[in-house]
């Protein structure tokens, strides 16, 4: 059973006597959403029990504490989370589909990933990861990709065993390039843009259950998939230089970590769809042969 809001709020500093109403917006698989409103200001509750959803209550505190833009937190408990209601807010809306072909927010959300990425690098540079973030890369054990084979009936194939005997040194071969936080989640639901007009666009994500630690061009191909149009142009315009390595390195760890999601759910999905064609018609195998090759040149050259 979700506990009583205003017994949250209550948590949080506010007193219920406080609160005009309480509308739930969803309560659904142990998490709960609630919108609050008080006579000054609206404002969204979310309450997040499981420890893995807290990575969210933790990205929060981390990006705050870096000087990452984010949308206002009001309020933060072990389990829930006071964030500005956007339908609301002076001063950010929430994207619409339209949005993500528009190139000023192209540039816009290319803007904010710099901040990200760099405060990311920074970070890890100077102190170990926070605990409470992980690499995609973590699942790639060789149990987990040959079981990933079985599971979308793609076992006969050659590419599974070539996968396990490198894959800890592509793995080795990510950390020797640059590494820093991973937002993951891209898309435009999880997006807000600023309502000022006359102004330069802003944008900030929101929603960091899938935070993590990776390559900037794993983050970064992660939002051109949900671009389009100008959009995607004017994102790789103004996020700027990406070490080209990263790339050849993302393709096939990509595939392989799509495999690993995909297989642990009751129905193959269809966004996983040109990975499993990619398996059939043998180009993820030339790219993984292709990519052993940058991964020894990255210990020749650091060697």
């Known amino acids: 059973?979700?506990?009583?809001?205003?017994?949250?709020?209550?948590?949080?500093?506010?007193?219920?006597?406080?609160i005009k109403h309480?509308?739930?917006?969803?309560?659904?698989n142990s998490h709960a959403l609630w919108?609050?409103?008080?006579?000054e200001k609206s404002y969204i509750l979310k309450w997040l029990p499981e420890a893995e959803a807290r990575i969210e209550i933790n990205g929060y505190l981390l990006l705050q504490e870096l000087g990452v833009p984010t949308l206002p937190l009001y309020g933060c408990t072990a389990q829930a989370l006071l964030l500005e209601e956007l339908t609301r807010s002076d001063r950010w809306r929430l994207a619409i589909q339209a949005d993500t072909a528009r190139a000023e927010v192209g540039g816009a959300v290319a803007r904010w990933?710099?901040?990200?990425?760099?405060?990311g690098e920074a970070l890890l540079s100077h102190r170990d990861c926070p605990s409470f973030l992980r690499r995609e890369t973590d699942e790639l054990e060789p149990d987990n990709i040959l079981a990933a084979g079985r599971a979308l009936g793609l076992a006969n194939y050659h590419v599974w065993d070539l996968a396990c005997k490198h894959i800890e040194l592509l793995k080795a071969a990510v950390?020797?390039?640059s590494i820093t936080l991973n937002y993951n989640d891209f898309h435009w639901t999880n997006l807000a843009l600023s309502r000022r007009e006359g102004d330069q666009l802003e944008a900030i994500t929101f929603d960091y259950h899938l935070l993590g630690v990776g390559m900037r061009y794993s983050d970064c191909r992660n939002v051109v998939g949900s671009l389009s149009g100008d959009a995607v142009n004017a994102f790789w315009d103004t996020y700027g230089y990406v070490?080209?390595?990263?790339?050849?390195?993302?393709?096939?760890?990509?595939d392989l970590y799509t495999f690993y999601v995909a297989s642990r759910m009751s129905k193959f999905p269809k966004w996983a769809q040109d990975s499993r064609e990619r398996v059939i018609n043998g180009d993820l195998e030339k790219d993984l042969i292709s990519t052993f090759e940058v991964a020894l040149s990255l210990y020749e050259t650091t060697a």
């Open 35 to 39: 919108r609050i409103v008080t006579p």
């Open 22 to 28: 309480v509308d739930t917006l969803s309560e659904e």
């Open 113 to 119: 990933y710099r901040i990200f990425h760099n405060a």
């Open 243 to 254: 070490d080209l390595r990263e790339a050849e390195l993302d393709r096939p760890l990509a």
């Open 175 to 177: 950390e020797k390039l």
């Open 1 to 18: 059973m979700n506990p009583d809001p205003r017994q949250i709020m209550h948590d949080l500093g506010m007193d219920p006597v406080a």
